[in-house]
């Protein structure tokens, strides 16, 4: 764990540098003792752990490679030349110095941070009834942040619970203190991962405002639609429909109208989105971002496959088949166009939708259907399909491959395919000529279903155990 905590204090200078709240000393020069002095100061850095999730990497975590690596891992996009930026993904083909390293390394540098925020709130003063409430939003947010990074690391680099027993495998080394720059610390069961991530989120909602929020920021239904998540990942149906259920029936988003879809993807916080981040001409404006990955006019690294392609296109007064554009490159090839920049003007510029209104619909309709729920299953992913239909369409009796099928056509370039199959038990299955690969599987009891521990965690924590089959 050594690597990892060198990264607070450069945390702690790119929460301050971009802020006016501390002018008296050069930002290089803040201790942490400086520079959390007051409420104002606790929401600030509060702020700059979303900042954390996505800048000073381009690609890294919430800026690219969260998002591509639950797609290219799969079977719905590919990557579009073999030495793009997304071919190793594609491939399968990483390895400890060759992986992406953003994924262990950017959410450990939040963790840190996490808990250096959590740690000084008790200390601040609160005169009035305003600044506990202040104080307690600045908790949630921290504690429900603590618990999303813990399971972007556990669902990466450990196994699903549904393939391995959690009590025993190795999950990711848990960070809920700040820890010292001499420990080592050592990896925990998924269970034990997975325990921690349910705390933080239950005891982090009821301190959440509940109005909804345009800031970029973690409100109660956007802690509450995590968990949900969560929960279904774990297979406790019966609190993830209930936890879906409540955000669906009394949270204030509701389903965009057919007509306001796809222009949606060029905007902010439609009335659909739960919980995204703020990107911006200054900070955000990277070549590596998702969005220039994805446009053909950028780096253009990831397309559509064929079979998907079709699927989308199968229904053409399906709205979602307007996201799927012809590449300017090569007409026989489509990309997904869910960024293309805000107001259509540059492609580096997008927000991260991390949650949606219609992944809860697809929650509530799964969980449903595996608690034995089958009309409010049918229910719910039928309300979903009717609305990107504009039509009153007969689902009949859905199964689990129906919901897995409508979730591949809601959630593409989202970064949701892989894990829906390796939480599912279902192996990648690549099928048509565009693969580089004609004939692929991948299961998920193959070792390559998880990202193997980078090669700089391994030399300075000599406690860390490596994934089975990368060596060490």
């Not at 008296?24 to 606790?42: G, H, V, W, Y």
């Not at 204030?252 to 911006?280: M, R, T």
């Not at 229910?379 to 099928?405: A, E, M, P």
Request: glycine share 6%; hydrophobic share 40%; charged share 20%.
């Amino acid at each position: 764990m050594k690597k990892i905590i060198l990264f607070l204090i450069a945390g702690m200078i790119a929460m301050t540098s971009c802020s006016d709240w501390l002018d008296t000393a050069p930002s290089n020069q803040l201790t942490p003792d400086m520079a959390f002095q007051s409420i104002d100061d606790a929401e600030v850095a509060t702020r700059g752990l979303y900042r954390l999730m996505w800048t000073q990497g381009g690609a890294a975590y919430y800026g690219a490679q969260m998002f591509f690596y639950g797609d290219v891992m799969a079977d719905d996009v590919r990557t579009y030349a073999p030495a793009d930026r997304t071919a190793n993904t594609y491939r399968h083909i990483h390895t400890p110095e060759n992986s992406l390293g953003g994924l262990w390394s950017k959410p450990y540098e939040a963790l840190l941070n996490a808990n250096f925020v959590l740690s000084k709130l008790d200390d601040l003063p609160t005169r009035t009834q305003n600044d506990v409430i202040r104080v307690e939003h600045a908790r949630g947010q921290a504690l429900a942040l603590r618990a999303l990074f813990h399971f972007d690391l556990v669902r990466v680099f450990g196994p699903m619970p549904a393939n391995a027993d959690p009590s025993v495998s190795l999950g990711v080394p848990l960070v809920t203190r700040v820890v010292r720059p001499d420990e080592n610390l050592s990896r925990n069961t998924v269970a034990e991962v997975y325990a921690q991530v349910v705390k933080d989120l239950e005891e982090a909602i009821p301190l959440l405002p509940t109005a909804r929020v345009t800031d970029g920021t973690l409100n109660k239904w956007g802690a509450q639609a995590l968990l949900a998540r969560v929960h279904l990942y774990q297979g406790n149906y019966s609190k993830a429909l209930e936890l879906a259920e409540d955000i669906i029936h009394n949270g204030p988003y509701y389903l965009l109208p057919y007509n306001a879809y796809v222009d949606s993807w060029a905007g902010d916080f439609s009335v659909e989105s739960i919980f995204e981040l703020v990107f911006n001409s200054t900070a955000s404006a990277d070549r590596e971002g998702i969005g220039y990955l994805w446009a053909p006019g950028g780096y253009g690294a990831m397309t559509l496959t064929r079979s998907f392609i079709d699927l989308m296109l199968d229904d053409s007064e399906d709205v979602r088949a307007g996201l799927v554009k012809v590449d300017s490159r090569d007409s026989n090839a489509m990309y997904l166009a869910k960024f293309p920049g805000k107001n259509y003007t540059d492609s580096r510029i997008n927000n991260p939708r991390i949650i949606r209104l219609s992944e809860i619909y697809l929650i509530a309709s799964e969980a449903a259907l595996k608690t034995g729920d089958q009309a409010e299953a049918n229910s719910y992913l039928k309300t979903l399909y009717d609305t990107r239909t504009n039509r009153d369409n007969d689902v009949g009796q859905v199964d689990l491959d129906r919901i897995l099928l409508e979730r591949r056509k809601e959630l593409v370039g989202e970064g949701h395919r892989f894990f829906d199959l390796m939480r599912n038990s279902l192996s990648v299955i690549r099928t048509g000529s565009d693969h580089f690969t004609t004939s692929f599987e991948l299961g998920p009891d193959h070792h390559r279903a998880l990202l193997p521990i980078p090669q700089f965690e391994i030399n300075a924590n000599k406690n860390i155990v490596q994934n089975p089959g990368y060596g060490g």
